[in-house]
């Protein structure tokens, strides 16, 4: 079965103590992104990677990091988390980056105090 | 950049049909994209329509494009309490390695 997981689903946490949000897929895909959604404003993009090492900021890149060393896993990582960042984050991927076959984790909801 | 742009709100009655309008800026999009979200849930893909299409249908769903306008309208038939959801616009570009640009959300809520 096609899966997107996400870890945790659930996360409070305190400003700047470092977290990291994973992002694991069983489809072989190349393409993975992380996407913020925050009320009234939708989804954004924050990072994404085309393949194995190879990342990119997206729209809103700025408090966040990634990195993408197995095809799998993408981990999204806030090294000193502050309460602007709270949202719900969702990773996708995609086959060769089509959007026409994303699919999304099921969200990770942080707070940040 | 491009600009998605969506009414917050809709309600409708169980049964009647529910029309969530869209509009973007871009042209040059390719893909445009309805995704629902339920409460507590991820985003699942309904449906999509070409740039080259005027209209798609997949049962209960209706999608309209009007290139011209640059407008793209969602039609759920016979709508159900099961319906009620966040939906999201969102356009996609080809060319490469593609975003999708989302629009703030229709929350649509079906009363009896």
């Known amino acids: 079965e096609a899966q997107v997981t996400q870890n945790p689903r659930y996360l409070i946490t305190v400003t700047g103590k470092k977290l990291t949000v994973t992002c694991s897929q069983n489809?072989?895909?190349?393409?993975m992104s992380w996407y913020r959604q925050d009320p009234g404003l939708g989804l954004r993009q924050i990072y994404y990677?085309?393949?194995?090492?190879?990342?990119d900021k997206g729209d809103v890149p700025e408090g966040y990091k990634v990195s993408r060393k197995e095809k799998r896993n993408f981990p999204l990582i806030l090294e000193s988390p502050s309460p602007n960042q709270t949202s719900l984050y969702f990773c996708?991927?995609?086959?060769?980056?089509?959007?026409?076959?994303?699919?999304f984790g099921p969200g990770t909801r942080l707070t940040v105090l | 950049g491009e600009d998605v742009e969506q009414s917050l709100f809709l309600s409708v009655r169980e049964g009647d049909s529910s029309v969530i309008n869209c509009t973007y800026t871009?042209?040059?999009?390719?893909?445009l994209y309805w995704y629902k979200q339920e409460p507590g849930a991820g985003l699942q893909l309904l449906t999509y329509?070409?740039?080259?299409?005027d209209m798609k249908q997949d049962q209960r769903l209706t999608v309209l494009l009007n290139k011209k306008d640059k407008h793209l309208s969602l039609r759920i038939a016979d709508t159900q309490t099961g319906d009620s959801a966040i939906y999201f616009c969102?356009?996609?570009?080809?060319?490469?390695?593609?975003?999708?640009?989302f629009g703030a959300g229709t929350r649509l809520a079906v009363h009896p």
């Open positions: 996708a991927t995609s086959y060769e980056g089509r959007t026409d076959t994303q699919y």
């Open positions: 489809m072989n895909h190349e393409y």
């Open positions: 990677s085309m393949n194995v090492e190879v990342t």
């Open positions: 871009d042209s040059s999009s390719t893909y």
């Open positions: 329509i070409f740039s080259n299409m």
């Open positions: 969102a356009v996609g570009f080809s060319g490469g390695y593609n975003k999708l640009i």
